[in-house]
């Protein structure tokens, strides 16, 4: 919006013409989700608690009993935050922009019902497990089906590390994006189960597609690091940048004790969003390793469940794997920053692939 309305205007003003670059747009839009976080979070932590929406713990988890009632719905915070700011800054003409903030909203909504349900109900089970299961994956088609049918779309996939492996896999795609927005969205809703666990790998792998989304979206950098180069990619690291300031000001709630957990609003749609910008700048498998956090996260869920049904026995002392480590001993401050340290690690190595081909 304020892109459409300051651009002409750099014909009169130079000064205005700074407006044109995407490295100023997403400058500005991590700093406006940042100051709308700062300035409506206390607001909207004192109404979730005079409407007593608290988060329901879990009985059989470790002890997280004085956590009850913590106002929860936080993600929604993030959302207006990262929409608003988004539709300031963003071109609005661009297809991708409308294609993120569409399936972030929906997953949103989705989340905000499941956390809806939770909380009138008081109880941690929400939406059952395959109505949520179903939405997630009908509107992820769509999206799948959107990029797979738009003009400049190719089938190649490409993988880290590997500059001349780029198997055409046909309508094969649309399956595979599918499964890659769901699985991140109930992986990042798996990791959010401690204070400022999730949002942290959110805000880092968010940072890191700045840079990708960048990257694919201009043809000599995409050329030279031998990437696909994406046509209007580059609007995708303005919703990046705004990700991560809301993050930011979500963070300065939801740091330990928390004064405002995300719920299934916000993780639901921070974990698909990432999963759709990946598909976006067809960095699909590369996705696996920036945000590798909530991929252990999700394994860990499936090999304890499989290896009861089929043995008996559990594999980890509780799934998923941070309460693992609740269980060994370990802080809940300490598992939150050492998942950040490898989440950045991570991140790195990512970066890294884009030159060791």
């Not at 595979?176 to 990042?188: D, Q």
Request: net charge neutral; with cysteine.
């Amino acid at each position: 919006m304020l892109y459409h309305l300051l651009y002409p205007l750099a014909e009169q003003f130079g000064g205005f013409n700074v407006v044109r670059y995407i490295t100023f747009r997403t400058a500005a839009a991590t700093l406006t989700a940042l100051f709308i976080s700062f300035m409506v979070g206390p607001w909207l932590i004192r109404k979730l608690a005079a409407l007593r929406v608290g988060q329901p713990i879990r009985e059989d988890g470790p002890d997280h009993q004085a956590k009850a009632g913590t106002p929860t719905m936080g993600g929604l915070l993030i959302l207006m935050a990262l929409c608003v700011s988004v539709l300031l800054w963003a071109d609005l003409t661009n297809h991708f922009v409308w294609i993120l903030l569409g399936l972030t909203v929906g997953y949103g909504i989705l989340g905000f019902i499941d956390d809806y349900k939770k909380v009138t109900q008081n109880d941690s089970t929400g939406i059952s497990a395959r109505v949520k299961l179903f939405w997630q994956t009908l509107l992820a088609l769509g999206v799948a089906v959107a990029i797979y049918t738009s003009p400049a779309f190719d089938q190649e996939l490409a993988f880290p590390f590997f500059k001349n492996f780029t198997p055409n896999i046909g309508w094969l795609y649309i399956p595979l994006a599918t499964f890659i927005i769901v699985a991140f969205s109930n992986g990042v809703n798996l990791t959010d189960g401690l204070d400022g666990l999730a949002i942290g790998p959110v805000m880092i792998a968010a940072a890191t597609f700045i840079l990708l989304s960048y990257a694919a979206g201009h043809v000599n950098i995409a050329d030279y690091l031998a990437i696909k180069y994406v046509p209007g990619a580059g609007q995708l690291a303005i919703f990046c940048g705004a990700l991560v300031g809301g993050g930011l000001g979500f963070l300065w709630f939801n740091a330990s004790p928390a004064d405002l957990f995300m719920g299934d609003v916000g993780a639901l749609a921070l974990g698909g969003a990432l999963g759709t910008i990946s598909v976006l700048i067809r960095q699909e498998i590369l996705l696996a390793v920036v945000g590798g956090i909530f991929v252990v996260e999700a394994a860990s869920v499936v090999i304890q469940v499989a290896s009861f049904k089929l043995t008996g026995k559990r594999v980890f002392l509780m799934a998923p794997v941070h309460h693992h480590f609740e269980k060994l001993g370990w802080a809940e401050q300490k598992i939150v920053v050492r998942f950040w340290i490898v989440s950045i690690i991570l991140a790195l190595v990512a970066l890294s692939s884009l030159k060791l081909r």
